[in-house]
């Protein structure tokens, strides 16, 4: 497994343009270049049922995909928005305590087609499958496509 | 259409055992027995484009389309818990300013079937979708199964 980077910036920045997140509950972010995760408390996100709530998991799920894809294009030298276009959520089990939103990001080869399409044409999908597990069963899988989209620059 | 129901027990209920709710800048909720509609402003669900984020609106729509069920339960003898099983977003359009996110119960055959079935075997399932217009055009709509079950009772 690669080291654990430090995403503090990226973290605070993430915190300060999407307001939702403070509320979500995140305790820790981690990235390791190719894996993405988020700790999160139940606590702020149970629903009616004491477990966790629907919302809350997809919610966190569109940002572990969005911030995996982020993280990746910040080395690229042009900037680039990170969309997500649309999903799929499965929800097998509830979830009765804390939980570790995580992502992988696909195999180097597919990476690197896509950071070649991104800097040929401008616009690239990313296909990512986000999952929460408890005690080694799946509990919620978010399946998602996402698009990067060279920023445009105001003159 | 018909008159909008004072859903204010409903709303207070649904603040109160869902904490995310309180962050999701709901301004007004509303249900007419068939249509049901949530207001919410921008300024707390804004990404980092200043557009409505996609967890946001996903997290919304799930509380849609997860009330109106809940409200056509209301009336019934039984309790019945409600929970999504599973859900597909799509993001049309950046939404770019406060939003309505509304759902419309399926038509009376189909929702009498529903009831018939729940009555009789304590499981019945209902798809919905929920979308997000902005000046006539789409640009966000959920499409999700959602599964009502008869609450157990804890001797």
Redesign the interface.
Known sequence: MLPWRDITAFEQN?RA????V???GFRQLRYDGCRFEIDAAL???????GTA????L???A??CG?SAITLLLESEEQAY?V?????????FLPVTRDFCVATVLPEPELVDRFLLKLRERGKARMDLVVEVQEQGQLCFRQSAAYVALRRKRWV
């Not at 343009?17 to 939702?20: E, K, N, Q």
């Open positions: 993430l343009s999407i307001p939702l403070e509320h979500l606590a702020p996100n149970h629903n009616d049922k709530f629907a919302g809350s997809s919610a966190s569109n940002l969005w928005d969309v997500i276009r649309d999903g799929r959520q499965e929800y």
